[in-house]
């Protein structure tokens, strides 16, 4: 099976208020960084890649040479497969025609555009560098570059109301996005923003509030033309992330890079967030290992699945969960937290609100 490639460039402008991420804003670390990479890079040599994801962190903070130089690395040391898919991770602010134009020359044919929100009045307690302005324009010129363009927008920050939330989503399919990627607000704890919210400075939406946008975008989104695959993603036909797929499928991939997580031979380990550790020995930088057994295994496989709009085979759920899962199913069709297409049973657009816990009652 062919393998994913996820490369980590940490390196970001600002710290965002509610960012749990393996990220560093000491930019004067990257040649350093990007070395250690390529240390890195080589140590895992071998196979046929056909996704490749430069996450962070913001990769579009990374130079032109380091970009250029860790990309031709990945190519020589791998065999990357003709029709792979390419995505780099970008915030509105670094984006140009120029920079759209050399992200294409070095063969990146899909941008993730960290959008978050179309108002000011939203993005400005998390942090962020740019504006709604300078958002619309960056989408807008990635869409006419022809670039497979996906951008996030999160639910259930500080200032948001239904209004503008609806606002902010008629705006992103406005702009002809293939991809968007809908995430509820989930603070972690000791991060800026959840320090604000516990004194009581910001305040964020009701949870109810949010529960019912959501389910709105839902069927918003798919009157659009974007269909929900995932919990959080939804897309054109054709235009889903091939390489957020292979997470979801359990299929293989390196995780390279502060801080990535990688899944080999039912094997999952993890590099140091330590970005001073990772650069001084970036092949003895391993901060979790862990050999999934059977139930560990049963387990993900119930869980990734469920998490796809697609959901799983009935027979395949009663044989991973036992006579549980037919309970369980049972209890779903009739209380609406699920449906069932043919063979396949699946989360409902409400059951995915919920979904972790009702997920926990077969284990």
């Not at 056909?50 to 791998?78: H, Q, W």
């Not at 560098?129 to 927008?153: F, K, M, N, Q």
């Not at 140091?272 to 560990?296: H, N, Q, S, V, W």
């Not at 199913?329 to 995915?352: C, H, K, M, N």
Request: some cysteine; glycine content about 8%.
């Amino acid at each position: 099976m062919p393998l994913g490639l996820y490369l980590h460039l940490p390196f970001c402008r600002v710290h965002c208020t509610y960012c749990p991420f393996a990220i560093s804003t000491d930019l004067s670390l990257q040649d350093a960084y990007t070395a250690a990479l390529l240390a890195e890079i080589d140590s895992r040599a071998g196979g046929l890649a056909d996704t490749l994801y430069l996450g962070g962190g913001t990769p579009s903070r990374m130079s032109l040479p380091n970009l250029t130089a860790i990309l031709e690395r990945v190519r020589s040391r791998f065999t990357i497969a003709p029709e792979a898919e390419v995505t780099i991770e970008a915030n509105p602010e670094d984006i140009s025609e120029e920079t759209l134009r050399e992200w294409r020359a070095l063969g990146i044919n899909r941008v993730s555009i960290g959008v978050q929100s179309f108002h000011d009045a939203e993005l400005l307690p998390l942090g962020r560098v740019h504006g709604a302005t300078r958002a619309r324009e960056a989408v807008a010129l990635a869409v006419r570059e022809g670039l497979r363009t996906s951008l996030d927008l999160i639910l259930g920050l500080p200032n948001q109301t239904v209004a503008s939330f609806r606002e902010t989503l008629q705006t992103a399919i406005a702009l002809g996005v293939g991809h968007i990627s809908l995430y509820m607000l989930d603070l972690e704890e000791g991060t800026p923003l959840a320090v604000q919210v516990a004194r009581g400075r910001t305040a964020l939406p009701e949870e109810d509030d949010v529960a019912e946008l959501y389910l709105g975008a839902v069927s918003t989104l798919a009157a659009a033309g974007l269909q929900q695959y995932e919990i959080s993603n939804f897309a054109k036909a054709g235009d889903e992330s091939r390489h957020n797929l292979r997470y979801w499928r359990r299929e293989p991939y390196h995780g390279l890079g502060l801080g990535a997580h990688s899944f080999l031979d039912e094997r999952r380990f993890a590099n140091t967030r330590d970005i001073r550790r990772y650069i001084a020995d970036p092949l003895a930088a391993r901060d979790f290992e862990e050999e999934l057994g059977e139930a560990e295994q049963r387990r993900e496989v119930i869980f990734l699945r469920l998490r796809q709009a697609s959901g799983i085979d009935y027979a395949d759920l009663v044989r991973l969960a036992g006579q549980e899962g037919i309970a369980w199913i049972e209890r779903g069709l009739t209380d609406g937290w699920l449906r069932r297409e043919g063979a396949r049973v699946a989360f409902t657009a409400s059951g995915f609100l919920l979904s972790n816990e009702l997920i926990s009652q077969l284990f």
